[in-house]
Every structure is written in structure tokens, then in C-alpha cells.
């Protein structure tokens, strides 16, 4: 029996309705006004103009952009650069229409945070949020008006490169990241001087290629797209993301940059989506390249026609959109939809009454102290602890010697991540100067490479093994260069890159104490580190103040509270690998014929929620507010947190549910809750969640949302695979 069924079409429409801000609903009469005014006096080729990107600035472009033949480009950041050259848009072009800049902020715009993966794993959307306004003041201070961000791609194959810009794992988790990233940049007001529009990216699925290949297709039932790819990009849109970008990536066959099935049916038709949707860098000429169409025309008619409206880079729609209309292949009235999507932006971004930004303001907001300090709290906030044996860290004040070794310990500019926008390596405090400054002015401090991130020299590590021999510690802080991470970047291997594992191993032999510091933008495949290491840092990518971070964290200045949004695979093998997995029908025992490797476990080495603290939390009382509840019922789950440590701490408490028996298989847990505390020692707290019954239910076999009566366990933990363990029954009455 089904307690309720809707097409999700429905559901869809309420919740983009009753999310419109209302600054921009009074704006709009005013603004569609204007729009039919100018569109009334825009010829063909200005109007096609509007839905022309292009990457960069150079003079031979400045004749095009005279006659309106330009709407955006991407990549000239900078107050002089931009203003010189919106100047031509708006003082020498017939009708003035300004141009749209837009740039990769991804994690900052000088002020570098960490990458995006690791402040997923702060599970703070409200720290997120702050860092993403931060990143929106100093690029519109620069003259960027838009970022190509946040990436909501759900990744679940850590080959992939670009799980470092994403929240991870988690359709919920990744939700509650885009929609805090998206409040982060736009605010609630975009002719803000110190705000920017955000892009959903990269519409749909680019997360999952197969063999974790950049770029490579995808296959997927819908129902997955549905209910894991999809939600953080309907996350968004509800948040008011005023843009989207189309992704490189065939869906069943279908490249995103052409699918009428996402683009019309779904995004524009189920959600109302109203923004307007660039493609990727030039995704449109690749549907030749993909062999979905025949020549230029062909592709420019297939991306209009799915809503397309902004041709990055390609010069297709250029060379191709005017003439398709001239011969009436693509309806006049089609492209003045897309025009008015992107004149809609220009007009919420002020730019028609404000296309200039002034160098001083730009000057004073780069790299303000707050932003600096934020990057370093952000830091912190991100750093998971993986392990920590027999208490070793964090260290005492009286500690007589350090070590510090390996090739990012004295390093720059891999601390910065992948897009790193305007970041600069000289901005970054690396770990060997954040221990410098934080220790003691009694304890010794030895440095030494040890090796090169990647190379197979070797010849360091003798002075990196003298070093350890005669210190107390050894943090020996190793990872990925920035190169090795984000796009184009997918590695088949998932070790410690060159010979950085046998560096460690040389290090650990000395029989001093080793905390490894791993900086990498993806989770790594780091068993021998996890059985043989007592102390293990997640510090991924952390930008600017990682070193200072890393410092406050291994003094307890800071207690760790950063869970990974990302299982941590044993091997290369087990990927795909992600808590939410399906029941099946032979859960893995010792028995040989049941789903599990014979030469590994199939648990991941750390699984999706996990991270320690320098602080004990018990948890206790678990309480439901019903045993029985019925379609249209709240449940209301609670349980205490203790810190039975000695220090104070910030927890994050993780509600998880599952739905033993269904229509449709349901995953062994999924996250439907979380919050973050923060408890002195002896302090306990009570955490309550809301449990709607309407979130109970999942894509039925045709694709509708069904919520099912039955029983159903519920946890309240602190990873995805330790907690406290409930039930409760929803009513078919
Ligand atoms: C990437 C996008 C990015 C764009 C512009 C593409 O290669 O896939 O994520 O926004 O370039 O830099």
C-alpha cells in the first residue's frame, strides 16, 4: 500500500514558490519592463551577442563587443582590467548593454579557504556561507560579477578528480552545502557591491563517469539521478541561484550540454527553474565532438533548443545562432527567451545603473584581516581526525623537539588546491612557519624535505630520517600537488603520489612518534598510514592559513571536529564506495558466495561522518516522540551528547534512517539530519531532530514520490556506521 503519491512536479513548484525572495519579485515588473523595452530595439545580431562568452580580454575583441556582438566573458578579473573594458560595452556599443564578467571562485578569491571538499566536511553551512560572502566581496570589489560555483556534483569514485570542489558523498549533506553557498555568495540582494551570482554546476551527473575518467560518459537510472545527483542542484535553485552551467558529460547517451529530458523537462518544466544556464567551456562545439550533432549549426541548435542560453567559449552560437534564425531553423522568439535570461542577470546585478567598480574599494577589500582570519577558522573547521593512538596529540607545550618533514611542509603553492582564482603562493603560511610561530621558544624545530611530492629521488631522506631519529614528533606532512586534483586531474592510483610512502616508512622506522599530515584534494587510499601511524591528519587542500590551521590543531588551540563527506577506500578496488549503499540480497559474511571482496574487507577504511576529537562524547537517551505516526505527522528524535572529556569540543550528531522493506530497495542508511555542538567538558546537551514523514519517501517504479508505510530504524550517531539505534512504525491509517 502506498500512503501517498505525487508526481514530484508538485512538491517541486510549492517549495520554488514559496522560496522567491521577495526583493526580487517586486524588482521583476520593473525589470520586465525594461527587458521588453530594450529587446524591442536590439537587432539579430545583438540580441545573439548576449548569448556570446568568451574567455579573456584582447584587443582584437573590442571592435565585436562595439557592436554588441559580446555579452560576457570570463576571466578578466581586476577593477582597471574589467572597467576598461566594460567601458567599451557600455560607452561605445549602440544600446550599452553592459557585459557580464564571471570567474572560478571555487574556494576564494584571493583570500584562498580550503577547498570545497573539506569545508563540506566542517558540516557548517553557516561557517560555509560566511566564506562564500567573503569570496563574493572580493570579486565584485575586482569587477567579477559572477563565479562559475558551488560544483553541487555528488561524487562518489575519488578517482574523479574533482571531488575536491564538491561536498562529497551525500545527496542531504550536499544539499545543505549548495543552498549555504549559494546564500553565501548572492545574499539577498545582487546590485550589492559586495556580492556575486552563484552557478549550479555541472548540471547533471558529471560526478559519476565511469572508470572515474574526467569527462568520460555516464550511465544512471533515473532513479539515481533522481534522488542522488539531482536534489543538490533543486537545493540550490530553491536557495535562488540565479544560474546553472550544462556539464561536458553524455547522461544514457545524451550529452548534458543538448538533454531536453534535464534541461526542458526537469530543470525548466518540474522546477520552474527561471535563471539563465551557460554551457561548460565550450560544451556546445563538443556535441560535434560527442557525435550527438552534425556540424556547428547542428550543435547550436540542439543547445538552444535545450535552454542553452550562454555559449561558453565555443564561438558557436557566434558563427551560428544568427543565420539559424534567418532561415528559420530555430524561432526568433526562442532565442529572445534566452536573451531575456540573460539580460534578466544584468538587470538583478545592478550593472545597467552601476557597470563600474572602483580600484579603492577593490584594494581594501583583498585580503582584509576578517578574511584572513576566516580563512584560518575555516581551516580548523575542516581538518578531519583520522587517528590519534595512545593520546598523542595534541602536543604538550613543554615538547623538546619537533621534526618536521616532507614535501608540503614547507610548501606553498599545493596548499592553495585546485582553482584557486586570484590565490597567490606567497599568501600561504605553510605548516613548517605555522609550527615555528605556535611553539614553544624552548622546543627545537628540525626541517627536512625528505623527497619531492612526486619524484623517485630518494637521496633526502636520509637527512629526513636524522631528524626524526633526535626529535620527540615527527610531522611528516605529505598529499597530491594542486595539479594532481580538480579538473582533468582523475588518477587511477589513489596512494601517496612518488615516494612519499616509502618516506614515511623510512621516518616511522626511527621509532619516533609520526603524525602524518595529509594534504590532498580526495580522499587517498592510506591503509599501511592507518595501521602503522598513531596519529593521522585529514588537512586536504586548506588554503592561505593551513599551516596556522594545522598548528592550532596540533596545540588543541583548536579541537578537531571536521567528519569526512567522503569515504576513505581501503584500495582502488573498492570504488564506487559510499555508506548509502543498497541492501543486497547476500550481505557479505565469512561465507564465500555472499557480496564481499575475498582479498578485503568491504567496509571502507573510514567511513562517510566519521572524525575524532581530542574530547570523549557519550551518547545517550534516545527518544522518539511516537512509536506510531501517520503520512502527515512530524517525528521528533532526540538524544543527549556528553563531552566526557577533558576539553571542550564541537560534535557533529548525525541522524540517519532506514526503510527496511520497500516497493523499491532502499539504501542500508541515509543522512537525513545534522547538527553541530559545542560542549565544555561535563557539559551535556539534548540534540532534537525533526523527522518529516514526507521525507520518507523515494522515486517509486514509475518515478513518482511515494512514502510507504512499514517500520523503519532510525540512528542518531556519530558516523554513518556507529550510533544509537530507534524504530518507528508509520501508520497506513
Ligand atoms: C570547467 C568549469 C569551469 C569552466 C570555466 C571548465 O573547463 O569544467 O567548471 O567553470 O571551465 O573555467
Redesign the pocket.
Same mark, same amino acid.
Given at each position: 500500500m502506498k500512503l501517498c503519491r505525487e508526481p514530484s512536479r508538485f512538491m517541486i513548484v510549492l517549495l520554488l514558490t514559496s522560496s522567491i525572495p521577495a526583493a526580487v519579485s517586486s524588482q521583476a515588473s520593473t525589470i520586465d519592463q525594461r527587458i521588453d523595452e530594450l529587446l524591442s530595439r536590439m537587432t539579430l545580431d545583438e540580441k545573439v551577442g548576449q548569448l556570446v562568452q568568451y574567455p579573456g580580454y584582447s584587443e582584437d575583441r573590442a571592435q565585436a563587443i562595439r557592436e554588441g556582438k559580446i555579452g560576457s566573458f570570463?576571466?578578466v578579473p581586476g577593477a582597471e582590467n574589467s572597467n576598461q573594458v566594460q567601458r567599451i560595452a557600455v560607452e561605445e556599443s549602440r544600446l550599452g548593454i553592459p557585459l557580464i564578467f564571471g570567474l572560478?571562485v571555487i574556494h576564494g578569491f584571493r583570500t584562498i579557504f580550503p577547498i570545497p571538499l573539506a569545508t563540506a566536511s566542517s558540516w557548517d553551512p553557516e561557517l560555509v556561507t560566511a566564506i562564500e560572502a567573503i569570496a563574493a566581496r572580493e570579486a565584485r570589489a575586482s569587477g567579477v560579477h559572477w563565479t *562559475?560555483a558551488p @560544483?553541487v556534483d555528488i561524487a562518489r569514485d575519488a578517482r574523479w578528480g574533482r571531488i575536491s570542489e564538491g561536498a562529497g558523498e551525500d545527496p542531504y549533506l550536499g544539499s545543505a552545502m549548495a543552498a549555504a553557498r549559494v546564500r553565501g555568495f548572492q545574499g539577498d540582494d545582487l546590485t550589492a557591491a559586495d556580492r556575486i551570482m552563484a552557478c549550479l554546476?555541472?548540471y547533471v551527473a558529471y560526478g559519476q563517469p565511469v572508470g572515474g575518467r574526467d569527462y568520460n560518459s555516464v550511465d544512471m537510472s533515473e532513479r539515481s539521478l533522481r534522488e542522488i545527483y539531482l536534489p543538490p542542484f533543486k537545493a540550490g535553485a530553491d536557495a535562488g541561484a540565479a544560474s546553472l @552551467?550544462s556539464a *561536458?558529460n553524455l547522461l544514457n547517451g545524451v550529452p548534458t550540454t543538448a538533454n531536453k529530458f534535464t534541461l526542458n523537462q526537469i530543470l525548466r518544466g518540474e522546477w520552474g527553474f527561471e535563471g539563465f544556464i551557460v554551457s561548460?567551456?565550450n560544451s556546445v562545439g563538443e556535441l560535434v565532438q560527442h557525435g550527438y550533432a552534425g556540424d556547428a549549426a547542428d550543435a547550436a541548435r540542439l543547445a538552444l533548443n535545450a535552454t542553452i542560453d550562454l555559449d @561558453?567559449a565555443s564561438g558557436i552560437y557566434d558563427g551560428q545562432l544568427a543565420d539559424l534564425v534567418r532561415a528559420n531553423v530555430i524561432p526568433e522568439e526562442l532565442l529572445d527567451q534566452s536573451v531575456r535570461r540573460v539580460l534578466r542577470a544584468k538587470f538583478m546585478l545592478g550593472l545597467f545603473d552601476n557597470p563600474y567598480v572602483d580600484p579603492e574599494t577593490e584594494t581594501a577589500a583583498i585580503l582584509r584581516d576578517d578574511h584572513v582570519a576566516a580563512a584560518r577558522d575555516a581551516a580548523r573547521k575542516s581538518m578531519v581526525l583520522l587517528k590519534n593512538d595512545g593520546a598523542l596529540l595534541p602536543l604538550s607545550e613543554d615538547i623538546g623537539s619537533i621534526a618536521v618533514i616532507g614535501p608540503l611542509a614547507d610548501n606553498q603553492v599545493d596548499l592553495l588546491g585546485s582553482w584557486h582564482a586570484m590565490g597567490q603562493p606567497e599568501d600561504v603560511v605553510t605548516v613548517l612557519a605555522g609550527i615555528q610561530s605556535r611553539a614553544a621558544p624552548t622546543t627545537t624545530i628540525t626541517y627536512a624535505q625528505g623527497s619531492t611530492i612526486t619524484g623517485a629521488e630518494t637521496d633526502g631522506f636520509a637527512e629526513a630520517v636524522a631528524a626524526a631519529r633526535d626529535a620527540d614528533v615527527a610531522i611528516v606532512v605529505v598529499g597530491e600537488r594542486e595539479y594532481e586534483t580538480g579538473?582533468g586531474a582523475s588518477r587511477t592510483a589513489l596512494d601517496l603520489p612518488g615516494v612519499q610512502p616509502a618516506l614515511i616508512e623510512a621516518v616511522h622506522e626511527t621509532g619516533t612518534p609520526v603524525v602524518a599530515v595529509i594534504m590532498s584534494g580526495r580522499p587517498l587510499t592510506i591503509p599501511w598510514l592507518a595501521e602503522n601511524v598513531p596519529a593521522i591528519l585529514q588537512a586536504w587542500h586548506p588554503g592561505i592559513q593551513g599551516g596556522n590551521a594545522v598548528a592550532d590543531l596540533l596545540w588543541g588551540d583548536y579541537n578537531p571536529s571536521g567528519k569526512l563527506t567522503a569515504s576513505f577506500p581501503r584500495s582502488v578496488g573498492q570504488i564506487p564506495i559510499y555508506y548509502a549503499r543498497d541492501i543486497t540480497g547476500r550481505p557479505g559474511t565469512d561465507f564465500k558466495y555472499t557480496s564481499r571482496y575475498i582479498d578485503s574487507p568491504d567496509t571502507p577504511l573510514y567511513p562517510f561522518g566519521y572524525g575524532l576529537s581530542y574530547t570523549t562524547f557519550e551518547y545517550g537517551d534516545l527518544t522518539l516522540s511516537a512509536d506510531t505516526i501517520t503520512v502527515n505527522d512530524t517525528l521528533t528524535v532526540s538524544a543527549t551528547v556528553s563531552n566526557t572529556g577533558d576539553v571542550a569540543g564541537a560534535e557533529v550528531v548525525q541522524l540517519y534512517i532506514r526503510d527496511p522493506v520497500a516497493s523499491v530497495v532502499r539504501p542500508v542508511k541515509e543522512l537525513k539530519g545534522f547538527t553541530k555542538i559545542y560542549l565544555e567538558p561535563g557539559e551535556q546537551q539534548t540534540v532534537q531532530f525533526t523527522l518529516r514523514a514526507r521525507e520518507l519517501g523515494f522515486f517509486d517504479q514509475e518515478m513518482l514520490w511515494a512514502i510507504e508505510p512499514g517500520v523503519f530504524n532510525v540512528w542518531v550517531g556519530w558516523s554513518s556506521d556507529e550510533g544509537l539505534e530507534g524504530s518507528f512504525v508509520l501508520s497506513g491509517n
Amino acid at each position: 500500500m502506498k500512503l501517498c503519491r505525487e508526481p514530484s512536479r508538485f512538491m517541486i513548484v510549492l517549495l520554488l514558490t514559496s522560496s522567491i525572495p521577495a526583493a526580487v519579485s517586486s524588482q521583476a515588473s520593473t525589470i520586465d519592463q525594461r527587458i521588453d523595452e530594450l529587446l524591442s530595439r536590439m537587432t539579430l545580431d545583438e540580441k545573439v551577442g548576449q548569448l556570446v562568452q568568451y574567455p579573456g580580454y584582447s584587443e582584437d575583441r573590442a571592435q565585436a563587443i562595439r557592436e554588441g556582438k559580446i555579452g560576457s566573458f570570463l576571466n578578466v578579473p581586476g577593477a582597471e582590467n574589467s572597467n576598461q573594458v566594460q567601458r567599451i560595452a557600455v560607452e561605445e556599443s549602440r544600446l550599452g548593454i553592459p557585459l557580464i564578467f564571471g570567474l572560478d571562485v571555487i574556494h576564494g578569491f584571493r583570500t584562498i579557504f580550503p577547498i570545497p571538499l573539506a569545508t563540506a566536511s566542517s558540516w557548517d553551512p553557516e561557517l560555509v556561507t560566511a566564506i562564500e560572502a567573503i569570496a563574493a566581496r572580493e570579486a565584485r570589489a575586482s569587477g567579477v560579477h559572477w563565479t *562559475f560555483a558551488p @560544483m553541487v556534483d555528488i561524487a562518489r569514485d575519488a578517482r574523479w578528480g574533482r571531488i575536491s570542489e564538491g561536498a562529497g558523498e551525500d545527496p542531504y549533506l550536499g544539499s545543505a552545502m549548495a543552498a549555504a553557498r549559494v546564500r553565501g555568495f548572492q545574499g539577498d540582494d545582487l546590485t550589492a557591491a559586495d556580492r556575486i551570482m552563484a552557478c549550479l554546476k555541472h548540471y547533471v551527473a558529471y560526478g559519476q563517469p565511469v572508470g572515474g575518467r574526467d569527462y568520460n560518459s555516464v550511465d544512471m537510472s533515473e532513479r539515481s539521478l533522481r534522488e542522488i545527483y539531482l536534489p543538490p542542484f533543486k537545493a540550490g535553485a530553491d536557495a535562488g541561484a540565479a544560474s546553472l @552551467m550544462s556539464a *561536458f558529460n553524455l547522461l544514457n547517451g545524451v550529452p548534458t550540454t543538448a538533454n531536453k529530458f534535464t534541461l526542458n523537462q526537469i530543470l525548466r518544466g518540474e522546477w520552474g527553474f527561471e535563471g539563465f544556464i551557460v554551457s561548460d567551456w565550450n560544451s556546445v562545439g563538443e556535441l560535434v565532438q560527442h557525435g550527438y550533432a552534425g556540424d556547428a549549426a547542428d550543435a547550436a541548435r540542439l543547445a538552444l533548443n535545450a535552454t542553452i542560453d550562454l555559449d @561558453m567559449a565555443s564561438g558557436i552560437y557566434d558563427g551560428q545562432l544568427a543565420d539559424l534564425v534567418r532561415a528559420n531553423v530555430i524561432p526568433e522568439e526562442l532565442l529572445d527567451q534566452s536573451v531575456r535570461r540573460v539580460l534578466r542577470a544584468k538587470f538583478m546585478l545592478g550593472l545597467f545603473d552601476n557597470p563600474y567598480v572602483d580600484p579603492e574599494t577593490e584594494t581594501a577589500a583583498i585580503l582584509r584581516d576578517d578574511h584572513v582570519a576566516a580563512a584560518r577558522d575555516a581551516a580548523r573547521k575542516s581538518m578531519v581526525l583520522l587517528k590519534n593512538d595512545g593520546a598523542l596529540l595534541p602536543l604538550s607545550e613543554d615538547i623538546g623537539s619537533i621534526a618536521v618533514i616532507g614535501p608540503l611542509a614547507d610548501n606553498q603553492v599545493d596548499l592553495l588546491g585546485s582553482w584557486h582564482a586570484m590565490g597567490q603562493p606567497e599568501d600561504v603560511v605553510t605548516v613548517l612557519a605555522g609550527i615555528q610561530s605556535r611553539a614553544a621558544p624552548t622546543t627545537t624545530i628540525t626541517y627536512a624535505q625528505g623527497s619531492t611530492i612526486t619524484g623517485a629521488e630518494t637521496d633526502g631522506f636520509a637527512e629526513a630520517v636524522a631528524a626524526a631519529r633526535d626529535a620527540d614528533v615527527a610531522i611528516v606532512v605529505v598529499g597530491e600537488r594542486e595539479y594532481e586534483t580538480g579538473e582533468g586531474a582523475s588518477r587511477t592510483a589513489l596512494d601517496l603520489p612518488g615516494v612519499q610512502p616509502a618516506l614515511i616508512e623510512a621516518v616511522h622506522e626511527t621509532g619516533t612518534p609520526v603524525v602524518a599530515v595529509i594534504m590532498s584534494g580526495r580522499p587517498l587510499t592510506i591503509p599501511w598510514l592507518a595501521e602503522n601511524v598513531p596519529a593521522i591528519l585529514q588537512a586536504w587542500h586548506p588554503g592561505i592559513q593551513g599551516g596556522n590551521a594545522v598548528a592550532d590543531l596540533l596545540w588543541g588551540d583548536y579541537n578537531p571536529s571536521g567528519k569526512l563527506t567522503a569515504s576513505f577506500p581501503r584500495s582502488v578496488g573498492q570504488i564506487p564506495i559510499y555508506y548509502a549503499r543498497d541492501i543486497t540480497g547476500r550481505p557479505g559474511t565469512d561465507f564465500k558466495y555472499t557480496s564481499r571482496y575475498i582479498d578485503s574487507p568491504d567496509t571502507p577504511l573510514y567511513p562517510f561522518g566519521y572524525g575524532l576529537s581530542y574530547t570523549t562524547f557519550e551518547y545517550g537517551d534516545l527518544t522518539l516522540s511516537a512509536d506510531t505516526i501517520t503520512v502527515n505527522d512530524t517525528l521528533t528524535v532526540s538524544a543527549t551528547v556528553s563531552n566526557t572529556g577533558d576539553v571542550a569540543g564541537a560534535e557533529v550528531v548525525q541522524l540517519y534512517i532506514r526503510d527496511p522493506v520497500a516497493s523499491v530497495v532502499r539504501p542500508v542508511k541515509e543522512l537525513k539530519g545534522f547538527t553541530k555542538i559545542y560542549l565544555e567538558p561535563g557539559e551535556q546537551q539534548t540534540v532534537q531532530f525533526t523527522l518529516r514523514a514526507r521525507e520518507l519517501g523515494f522515486f517509486d517504479q514509475e518515478m513518482l514520490w511515494a512514502i510507504e508505510p512499514g517500520v523503519f530504524n532510525v540512528w542518531v550517531g556519530w558516523s554513518s556506521d556507529e550510533g544509537l539505534e530507534g524504530s518507528f512504525v508509520l501508520s497506513g491509517n
